[in-house]
């Protein structure tokens, strides 16, 4: 499950006040978590339709969890290291298409830093359990 992606336009907006005007940009930490969309209305924006089955929750995944590679190579890359497992779903049945990277556990809220579409979507029905399997997800600066 590779993902194509993008940096949204609050990251890039902070990370350049951070490089050249000096302002402080505190790291997310451990507090990344990574969701799913069905739908995105503007990627760069962070516009995202999120995912809304029953029992959905982002995932949180750890720094010790995220291998970023070498930084000797043109493209700059993060890959989780382990699988990330949604919950199982209840009810519903979605269409994911995107993988979000948040800064906040909350569905809807904080700030969605990069958003990914997936290679293919995939339907989620009531007792599926959505996986990323360790490497699968690739988060890329060029």
Do not use: C
């Not at 970023?68 to 989780?80: I, P, Y």
């Not at 809807?108 to 996986?131: E, K, P």
């Amino acid at each position: 499950m590779a993902t194509t992606n993008a940096a949204t336009t609050y990251l890039e907006h902070k990370l350049l006040q951070h490089i050249f005007k000096n302002t402080a940009f505190t790291s997310p930490g451990d507090n990344i978590y990574v969701g799913l969309a069905t739908a995105v209305s503007d990627a760069e924006a962070g516009s995202v339709t999120e995912a809304n089955f029953g029992n959905y929750a982002r995932e949180q995944v750890s720094s010790a969890n995220w291998t970023v590679a070498s930084s000797s190579t043109d493209t700059q890359t993060a890959t989780n290291t382990n699988n990330i497992e949604f919950n199982p779903s209840t009810g519903t049945t979605e269409t994911i298409t995107h993988v979000i990277i948040t800064d906040n556990a909350t569905r809807g809220a904080g700030n969605i830093l990069f958003v990914g579409a997936l290679d293919s979507s995939r339907q989620i029905a009531s007792g599926d359990i959505f996986r990323i399997n360790a490497t699968n997800l690739t988060i890329e600066l060029k």
